[in-house]
């Protein structure tokens, strides 16, 4: 056994960290947090300072035995976790865990590198424990603020049952897109003039020029073209200035997910992952800052690569200070580990975004680009008025040699070089147009823009970005899509240079389209409302950021979590209390809007949300006829719907056709629109409005679910029969109680027999190969090779071999200790795939009533 144990959080670092280290190193991974607050309301003694109960995670527990068994052979134990608050919390927990001295040694590096790990076991410190406290206070707060306010959204809001949360940070996300999103549906667009002139010069070249402002109305652009028509234009003025632009600092954790998003098109949980997998590798610095600088030796290996790769004039060092005052996490931004080295994986997407850290972390270190901008200011002999051309000439391209940092909006026009111009010049006008523009609205938020704005306001830490973000999508409160445009006509006046005459022409044009933006759902709308009514604070932006520099101030030293734990719940706890028991309206908590009076019926229309979405209801559940219902369309909100678009949604259901002398009905139910025929009921795709939907359509589903659905015998086989069918993974063969998936791109048309019994042993060779020891007795157990190595299968659990152990030697009896298990245990019962089921349909959505059983509360109270 080795003397050394070196314990990190991930397979993949272990592995590239045991490549550096000699023989006397054993490194072993934890597999991330090996302890967490129990799910229940014994997580957080509140009377005694909020301590917080931990415990081993249940699949937690066979990786704690193997490193406590590792960690009493060896004679010293070294704590390699990531160097941030994460990393040092999950070191402590496995101090905890594994029963370690005091004095532990801690060690940290910011590279996986040989030389940043030899020099970290060089020199080693002690768990830093305000980091620690600072981690354990975030989760507090969070579990307490979750575990308190979620149970009142669940009986006050009464939408979508126990699926709703609440959450510091993901509250003031979800808050900052339902502005947003208000703000861009009660927009008003204005409509101005902008004019823009084009001059023949000489040779054939044009000159584009523009007045500076534009014309508010089309009466006035008319008449500054009238004045024009006549006009003699000169060249008033050159004026020639020197310029330079600087390169951007490297990528911190934030700005890396919103050029990745701008560049790559990239999530940011996407962005972090494939981070991750390249510092995992030793190719990039840690993943998770919030600091420009980089080290001196950093400095100069990326001064070596510039002057190496593009000569001495493109190198210009600088240090780049970290704006962010409360910047806590690693301290460096993030760069390659090897300037020199531009191929840092085979996965395309890992490589993409290497190149994309490496361009920026080298053109930080290149010298500036030197422009020259020109810009022609040009009279008009009719009217004061001035036209303005710029122009823009790159002189040396330093940095542009290699990156140029991108934005959010990149709707500025590019400045090209002016053709050659003299003052006193006097111009050949060829056209002068007066465009009608309009006024936008802010844009909605992408993912980077989102990410960008919470850190303006201060709000999360660079680990906190994508699992917020992933949260408030998976809750259903925010949605990512894309938003089709509008079509919209505008007004044009064209001044013809030639003939002295102005045409008017009315054009079209496509606006509003939008590409992976984040819009909120009515659940996240109604929740938000929710929450700023009765819980301020916990939405609040100044305080959300104020409770980041708390954590701040802890892993500072400088402040008592436990007392900041103290100071936030007393007020917290004693408001949630007063709403719980409180009698909040439906209308103040479900987001309940009256539409107006149905003229039919006569009785009151409303937009509410239900237990599975928003819908539209006639009259009132007193009323003794019961209420009509129909859900709204996708993408409908409560708050913008209108009572014409609410009526309409009552088309439903209607009768299309008739199929086999059947009728075929189409109607929405709880798990969404379908067609119904002969009693069987056919989902509609995505792609089918059940609104519009004709009957040529409708047939075509009903006759692909039977397709589907149905199952054919083909033959016989070693005296059993083979039949195909087609389940909710797609197309199979089943044979003898196994179900074989058709490889992709065949289909059941035209399978033949032989075919399916080459791919039943296809199969019989791929299972005989797959397992190293199968047991008659017990055929539940069975030792697997994985794509990652030998393991024990036992039922539906993966159960890890030991290293010194030959997977070919193992026994059941063995298996079975490995596993925890009785030498009586009994085999898991097989899971079969199941043929796709028709969507059941329902009548009418279920009332807005979730169930109204108290929670418990995350906290023991004595």
Known sequence: MSKNLVIVESPAKAKTIEGYLGKDFTVKSSFGHVRDLPK???????????????????????VINELKKLAKEAEEVWLATDDDREGEAISWHLKEALGLREDTKRIVFREITKNAILNAIQQPRR????????????????????????????????????????????SVAVRLIVEREREVEGHKAKSSYRVVAQFLIEGGKILTAELPKNLPTLDDARAFLERCRQAIFTIESLETKPAKKSPAPPFTTSTLQQEASRKLSFSVSQTM?????????GKISYMRTDSTSLSQEAIQKAKDAIIADFGEKYAHTRQYKTKNDSAQEAHEAIRPTDFSNRKASNDRNEQRLYELIWKRAIASQMSDALLERTTATISISTTPEELIAQGEVIKFDGFLKVYLESRDDED????????????????????????????????RYTEASLVKKLEEMGIGRPSTYAPTISTIIKREYVVKQDKPGQERTFQELVLSGRTKTIEQKTDKENFGSEKSKLFPTNTGMVVNDFLVEFFPDIVDYKFTATVEKDFDEIAGGKLGWQDMIKNFYGGFHAKVTDVAGATVSLKQAAGVKELGIDPKTGKPVTARMGRYGAYVQIGEASDEEKPQFANLRQGQLIENVTLEEALSLFQLPREVGFFEDKPMTV?????????RHDDKYVSLTKEDDPYTIVADRAIELIQQKRAESSSETLGEFEGRPVSTGKGRFGPYVKFDDK????????????????????????????????????????????????????????GKRNVKIPKDVDPA???????????????????????????????AAAAKPKAAAAKTGTKKVAAKKK
């Open 40 to 62: 229940d309301d014994m997580a957080i003694d509140v009377n005694n300072g909020f301590r917080p109960v931990y415990e081993v995670s249940p699949e937690k527990k066979q």
């Open 127 to 170: 768990i830093d424990l305000d980091l620690v406290n600072a981690q354990q206070a975030r989760r507090v707060l969070d579990r307490l603020v979750g575990f308190e306010l979620s149970p009142v959204l669940w009986r006050k809001i009464k939408a979508r049952g126990a699926g709703l949360s609440a959450g510091r940070v993901q």
């Open 412 to 443: 500025e026009e590019s400045k090209g070089m002016l053709p050659p111009l003299n003052v006193g010049q006097q111009l050949n006008l060829d056209t002068l147009k007066a465009t009608e523009r309009f006024t936008r609205p802010a844009p």
């Open 667 to 675: 109607a929405i139910g709880k798990f969404g629109p379908y067609v």
């Open 809 to 839: 030697t193992l026994t059941l009896e063995k298996c079975l200790e490995l596993a925890g298990e009785s030498s009586d245990a009994k085999p898991a019962a097989a899971e079969k795939p199941k043929a796709a089921k028709p969507k």
């Open 739 to 794: 179900y074989i998936s058709l490889p992709k791109g065949e289909t059941l048309a035209g399978l033949t027999l032989d075919r399916a019994i080459e791919l039943i042993l296809q199969k019989r060779d791929t299972e005989s190969n797959k397992y190293i020891r199968e047991f008659a007795e017990n055929p539940a157990v069975k030792v697997v090779k994985g794509m990652y190595g030998p393991y024990i299968a036992v």
């Open 273 to 281: 992952t494939l981070a991750q997998k390249l510092y995992e590798a």
